[in-house]
């Protein structure tokens, strides 16, 4: 098992950046597959980057070339850079794991079994 802890998030202007963080419990982080995932209001969950446990990384469309996900495995820590932000970014983020250390990433919410509480992205035109 493994709990996921977001930070980062706030509020910033669009064209501007942020860096979230998500910090992993447990001594087999290298074995999972992490996601970052977005929801805004009245919207469903969606993909916004995935990586695999040996880094291969795959992006929605909306967010190529803006945002960059990456993982520190000393570290228990899997990061996304969001350059160029813009309104239509402005979600609640959620880091997600699953146990899996093949070459396969994921795109699917229910693909997931561990969740972040999630953290508040505001991007203001």
């Known amino acids: 098992q493994v709990q996921l802890v ?8 669009a064209g501007g950046s ?20 977005r ?7 969606e993909l916004v980057a995935a990586i695999t446990s040996g880094g291969s990384t795959h992006y929605a469309d909306s967010v190529k070339g803006r945002f960059t996900i990456s ?13 160029s ?3 239509e970014d402005t979600a609640v983020y ?8 093949g070459t396969y990433y994921y795109t699917a919410p229910y693909q997931y079994a561990y969740w972040g509480q999630g953290t508040q992205v505001t991007v203001s035109s």
């Not at 977001?6 to 202007?13: A, D, K």
């Not at 993982?71 to 350059?83: I, P, S, W």
């Not at 959620?94 to 250390?101: D, E, I, L, P, V």
């Open 18 to 37: 942020l860096r979230l963080s998500c910090a992993a419990s447990g001594r087999t982080f290298s074995s999972y597959a992490m996601g970052w995932f």
């Open 94 to 101: 959620y880091c997600a794991a699953k146990y899996y250390s």
């Open 6 to 13: 977001e930070s980062g998030g706030g509020l910033v202007q």
């Open 71 to 83: 993982r520190d495995n000393a570290k228990n820590t899997v990061y996304l850079q969001m350059n």
């Open 85 to 87: 932000l813009k309104p």
């Open 39 to 45: 929801q805004a209001p009245g919207k469903q969950r």
